[in-house]
C-alpha cells in the first residue's frame, strides 16, 4: 500500500495540523453523542412516564365509526341511502363484559382490569364538588395501574376490605381538608346518595387528576351509578408497550368497541418528539460539518505544498486516482481515527453526564440526567464524521488528481 | 540499431486569446542505446520537446511513437502507464520526496508497478544505488544529502523499472561543477553500461560532448545547419 504509506506521512510529517483536524473531529463526535444521548434519553424518558402512568390500551364503551344500517351490510356495494335515520338506543356499557374480558385476557402478555367510569357529585360540610369516580376491582386494578404506587395514605386492601371505602386525590383532600377516615357524601348521576369512608389518598402530580378523580369498589359504583353488572372500560397493560398498536386493533377486530391505544392517544406527544428529533439530529451533524472544514482545509494545504511531489508522482507513472486515492486515505484516517476517539469522549461525557443529579423544579426527589445508550446514535456519529470527512477529504483529492505535472515542473524550473 | 521513439510532425500550441507556438514541426527519432542531448537557447522549447517526447504532455499535432506502440489518442491513464513502465525521468531539481528514506524514495516506482515482490524491490533499489555510489545513503532522507548526491539517487529512481529511455531536464543545472562532473560520468556510463537510451535537454557543453548525437533546437524547431562545437 504505497498510497496509504504516503497518506500516513504527509500527516504525521504536519503533526499540528492534523492533531487539530483530528480534535474538531473528535469534539464534533462526541458533542453529537453526548447531546444525541441526553436528548434521546429524555425522549425514552418521558415515553416511559408517558406509558406507565396511563393505561397501554383503553377499550370503551364506544364505536370508532356510526353502524350501518342492516341495508347497508346487505348491499354494500349498492347505493343504500337512508334518510332521517336515527339509530336504536344503545345499551350504555361494554356488553356481555365478562365474556369480552375473558377475551382479551386470552392474549398474550396482556393484563386487563374492568372499570365502571362515571360522575359524582361529593358533599362534604356544605360544600360541592364535581367528580370522576370509577369502580374498580383492587386486585386487577394493581396489574394495569400505578395508582398504588401514589398512594401516600392508606393502600388498594384498605378499599377492599371496606365496601363503603373511597379513595380521593391530595388535591381534593386538602381543598376539603379530610383525612383517611373522613366521611363523605357522594351524591351521583341517579340521585342515589351514600356517604363513603375516606380509606386512601393518591397524589399523582397532576393537579387536575388530585382534585377531581376517586376510586370506589366495582359493586359500590354500579349502585352508585344505577348501572347493576355494568362497566364501560377495560384498562389494559401490556408486557411490552410498544405492541399497544398491533393490539388494540386486534381486541377491535375482535369486539369492535374502540380500542385506543397510548400511541393513538399521544400521537401529537409522539410527533412533537420526532420533529425534536429532527431538529436535534440536523444541529448535531452541523457540528460535524464544521468539523469536516478543518479537515478540508488541511488536505488543501497540504496538496498545495506537495504539488511538486504530486508532479513527480505522476511523471513517474502513478495515475490520477491514485493521487486521489492517497488524499481520500487521508481524510479517512483522519475520520476514522477522530470517531474511534470521539465515540470513546462521547461515552466518557455521557458516562459523566448520567452521575449529574438534579432536582426537578417543583420535584422533591434527586433525579439522574435520562441518558441513553442506544447503539444506533453511535453508529450515527461515527457513520455522520466519516461521510463528511470523505467529503471534505474528496474536494482537495480531486484537484490533486487533476493537476498536470508539465504545469508544476515549467514552474519549477 | 531499432528505433524505440519515432517523433513525426509534432507541433505544441498553447490555446488562448493569442496562441502560442512552442514546437513546430519537429521529427525525430531514437535508437535503442542511444545518447542524444537537445541543446538551445532558453526559451527555444527545448524542455517542451523534451515533456512531449516523455509523454508528459501531449501534442497539438503529430504522433509519436514509443517502442512500436503509436501514442496518438491515448488518453491520460493509458500514457501514465506507458510511463510508468518504460521511461524515466530526471529534472534539474531533484524532486525526492522529503518525507521518504533515499531507498523508499527509489522503491516508489517498482512498489507502483508491482512487477517485482517487495524484498526484491529493495535488492534491486540497493543495487541501483550501489551503482551510482550512494548506498551508504540508503536510509538517510533526502534532505541529509549533497545536492549531487541527491541528482545520483534520483537518476537511480528513473532508472529503478528499468526503462527503455531516460529523459533527462538540466540534469546538472542545478550542481556545482565537482557534482556536475560526477553526475554527468555517472548518466555516462551507467547508461551505456545498462544500454538505455538517453535524452537529455542541457545547457552544458560538457554534457553534451560525451553524447552520440546533438540536437539543437531553435524557435520550437530543429536547427538541420546547425554543428557542436
Known amino acids: ?413 | 540499431m531499432s528505433v524505440v521513439l519515432r517523433a513525426q510532425g509534432l507541433h505544441k500550441i498553447l490555446a488562448g486569446d493569442v496562441p502560442t507556438t512552442l514546437i513546430k514541426g519537429v521529427d525525430l527519432e531514437i535508437s535503442a542505446g542511444e545518447f542524444v542531448c537537445i541543446m538551445g537557447p532558453s526559451g527555444s522549447g527545448k524542455s517542451s520537446l523534451l515533456y512531449l517526447l516523455g509523454l508528459l504532455d501531449v501534442p497539438t499535432h503529430g504522433t509519436i511513437e514509443l517502442d512500436g506502440v503509436n501514442t496518438q489518442g491515448f488518453n491520460d491513464a493509458q500514457l501514465t502507464q506507458l510511463r510508468l513502465e518504460k521511461l524515466g525521468f530526471v529534472f534539474q531539481f531533484h524532486f525526492l520526496l522529503s518525507e521518504f528514506s533515499v531507498l523508499d524514495n527509489v522503491c516508489l516506482p517498482m512498489r507502483r508497478l508491482g512487477r517485482w515482490p517487495e524484498a526484491q524491490c529493495r535488492e534491486r533499489a540497493m543495487s541501483l544505488l550501489t551503482r551510482l555510489g550512494v548506498a551508504a545513503q540508503a536510509l538517510k532522507l533526502p534532505s541529509q544529502l549533497s545536492g549531487g548526491q541527491r541528482q545520483r539517487v534520483a537518476v537511480a529512481r528513473a532508472l529503478a523499472n528499468d526503462p527503455l529511455i531516460l529523459l533527462a531536464d538540466e540534469p546538472t543545472g542545478n550542481l556545482d561543477t565537482v557534482a556536475s562532473a560526477n553526475v554527468r560520468q555517472i548518466l555516462h556510463d551507467l547508461t551505456r553500461e545498462l544500454g538505455k537510451s538517453v535524452i537529455a535537454v542541457t545547457h552544458d557543453p560538457k554534457f553534451a560532448a560525451g553524447a552520440d548525437r546533438r540536437i539543437n533546437v531553435v524557435d520550437g524547431q530543429i536547427d538541420p545547419d546547425w554543428q557542436p562545437l
Open chain 1, 1 to 413: 500500500m504505497i498510497a496509504l504509506n504516503i497518506a500516513w506521512t504527509h500527516l504525521t510529517s504536519r503533526k499540528r495540523q492534523t492533531a487539530v483536524s483530528l480534535v474538531g473531529v473528535v469534539l464534533g463526535v462526541a458533542f453529537f453523542l453526548a447531546v444525541s444521548a441526553l436528548m434521546r434519553g429524555s425522549e425514552k424518558d418521558f415515553i416511559t412516564r408517558l406509558i406507565d402512568n396511563s393505561p397501554h390500551i383503553t377499550v370503551s364503551d364506544e364505536f370508532r365509526t356510526a353502524r350501518l344500517q342492516p341495508a347497508r351490510l346487505r348491499w354494500p356495494d349498492d347505493l343504500v341511502e337512508i334518510v332521517g335515520l336515527r339509530p336504536k338506543n344503545e345499551t350504555r356499557g361494554i356488553r356481555g363484559w365478562r365474556y369480552r374480558l375473558g377475551q382479551i385476557e386470552s392474549l398474550p402478555g396482556v393484563r386487563v382490569a374492568p372499570v365502571l367510569v362515571g360522575s359524582a357529585v361529593l358533599l362534604f360540610a356544605g360544600q360541592e364538588q364535581g367528580i370522576s369516580l370509577s369502580g374498580i376491582v383492587p386486585a386487577r386494578m394493581r396489574g394495569v395501574s400505578t395508582i398504588e404506587e401514589k398512594l401516600v395514605e392508606g393502600s388498594l386492601d384498605d378499599l377492599e376490605a371496606n365496601a363503603g371505602g373511597i379513595i380521593i386525590g391530595a388535591g381534593l383532600a386538602e381543598k376539603f381538608s379530610l383525612r383517611r377516615g373522613s366521611t363523605v357524601n357522594l351524591v351521583a348521576g341517579g340521585g342515589s346518595n351514600r356517604s363513603l369512608t375516606v380509606v386512601a389518598i393518591f397524589r399523582t402530580g397532576n393537579a387536575g387528576y388530585d382534585e377531581s378523580q376517586t376510586y370506589v369498589l366495582l359493586k359500590r359504583a354500579q349502585l352508585l351509578l344505577g348501572r347493576p353488572d355494568r362497566v364501560n372500560r377495560f384498562i389494559i397493560k401490556l408486557a411490552d408497550a410498544s405492541q399497544a398498536l398491533l393490539v388494540a386493533s386486534r381486541i377491535e377486530a375482535m369486539g369492535t368497541y374502540k380500542a385506543v391505544s397510548w400511541a393513538e392517544a399521544s400521537e401529537d406527544i409522539l410527533n412533537v418528539l420526532f420533529v425534536r428529533n429532527v431538529i436535534m439530529y440536523s444541529v448535531v451533524s452541523a457540528i460535524l460539518l464544521v468539523a469536516s472544514f478543518g479537515i478540508y482545509n488541511t488536505l488543501s494545504t497540504i496538496v498545495m505544498e506537495k504539488t511538486r511531489d504530486i508532479a513527480i508522482l505522476k511523471s513517474v507513472g502513478f495515475q490520477a486516482g491514485d493521487i486521489r486515492h492517497i488524499f481520500v486515505l487521508e481524510g479517512l484516517i483522519v475520520g476514522t481515527l477522530g470517531s474511534v476517539l470521539g465515540l470513546l469522549v462521547g461515552a466518557g461525557l455521557m458516562q459523566l453526564m448520567a452521575s449529574v443529579q438534579i432536582r426537578p423544579p417543583g420535584g422533591t426527589a434527586m433525579v439522574n440526567l435520562p441518558v441513553w445508550w442506544g447503539g444506533e446514535q453511535f453508529l450515527m456519529a461515527a457513520g455522520f464524521a466519516l461521510f463528511s470527512c470523505l467529503l471534505a477529504a474528496w474536494l482537495p483529492a480531486r484537484k490533486a488528481g487533476r493537476l498536470h505535472p508539465v504545469d508544476i515542473l515549467r514552474g519549477a524550473t
